[in-house]
C-alpha cells in the first residue's frame, strides 16, 4: 500500500515566489515523523525539515515550513522566496515503527 | 562539517561478483540507515541499524544482500552475487535518533 503520496511530477515556480509541494500519507499509527528531502542533479539528499505527528506547531527551518494538517494527512512543503537554487527532485516521506517510506517525489525547476 | 562518507562512490562490475559497499556515520550518531535509489522503485529501506544491532532488515533481499556494523564507526552492505537489477544508487544516512536522517554521497552500482 503506497504510504506517500506526492501527486505532482513536477512543478515550475518564478524565481522569488513562494512554491508549495504536496505531500499525503496513510498511516493509523499515532505516533510517526514526516519529512522533507532536497535532491538536486548532484545527486546528494539533503534534510530540510521534520514535523512529528505530535507536534502543535508546524515546523519551520528558515524559507522551508511544513504545512502539517493531522486531519487531511498532508504534510505540504512550502517554500518562500524561491531561489534558482531551489531547482531540484524533492521527497516526501514518513516513518513509521522500523519502516520508512519516500515518496515518488516532485520535480522543482525555479525560472529566472 | 561533520558529514557520512561512502565509499566507493562509483562501482562497475560484472555479474557474479561480489560488491561490498561501505559508510561511516558522523561520529555519534547511533542509527544507521542503508536506502537503494532507482529509477522505477524510486528509494527503498534495505537495512535500519541503531547502536549496531539490526533492527529491521526486511527490505533486503535475504539471498544475496546482508548489511553489518563491525564497529559504531563502519557499515557495510555486501551483494554476492550481483545482479544486473541490482545496478541502483545505494545510499547510507545517519542519525542520532530515527527521526533525523544525514544521508551520505551514494555509491553508484553498476552490474554488466
Known amino acids: 500500500a503506497q504510504k506517500i503520496t506526492q501527486t505532482q511530477p513536477g512543478m515550475f515556480v518564478q524565481e522569488k515566489e513562494a512554491v508549495t509541494l504536496d505531500c499525503t500519507y496513510d498511516?493509523?499509527?499515532?505516533?510517526?515523523?514526516l519529512f522533507w528531502y532536497k535532491q538536486p542533479s548532484s545527486g546528494e539528499m539533503i534534510f530540510l525539515i521534520y514535523?512529528?505527528?505530535?507536534?502543535?506547531q508546524n515546523a519551520t527551518e528558515g524559507r522551508y515550513s511544513l504545512n502539517f494538517q493531522k486531519a487531511r494527512k498532508s504534510a505540504n512543503l512550502v517554500i518562500s522566496a524561491s531561489q534558482l537554487g531551489d531547482s531540484a527532485m524533492y521527497f516526501c516521506?514518513?516513518?513509521?515503527?522500523?519502516?520508512?517510506?519516500f515518496g515518488t517525489g516532485t520535480s522543482l525547476t525555479v525560472i529566472p | 562539517d561533520a558529514r557520512v562518507t561512502q565509499t566507493p562512490r562509483d562501482k562497475v562490475t560484472e555479474m557474479g561478483q561480489e560488491v561490498t559497499m561501505r559508510c561511516q556515520p558522523i561520529?555519534?550518531?547511533?542509527?544507521v540507515f542503508w536506502y537503494r535509489q532507482t529509477m522505477m522503485q524510486g528509494l527503498e529501506l534495505l537495512a535500519y541499524?541503531?547502536?549496531?544491532?539490526?533492527?529491521?532488515d526486511s527490505g533486503m533481499p535475504k539471498d544475496r544482500f546482508s548489511a553489518e556494523m563491525p564497529d559504531a564507526t563502519l557499515a557495510t552492505l555486501k551483494i554476492q552475487p550481483s545482479e544486473p537489477r541490482d545496478s541502483a544508487v545505494y545510499f547510507c544516512?545517519?542519525?542520532?535518533?530515527?527521526?533525523?536522517?544525514?544521508f551520505g554521497p551514494g555509491t553508484r552500482l553498476t552490474v554488466l
Open positions: 544516512a545517519s542519525g542520532e535518533t530515527r527521526n533525523e536522517q544525514f
Open positions: 498511516t493509523s499509527d499515532p505516533s510517526y515523523g
Open positions: 514535523q512529528g505527528s505530535y507536534d502543535q
Open positions: 516521506a514518513m516513518t513509521g515503527g522500523n519502516q520508512f517510506y
Open positions: 561520529l555519534g550518531h547511533n542509527t
Open positions: 541499524f541503531r547502536n549496531r544491532a539490526p533492527l529491521d
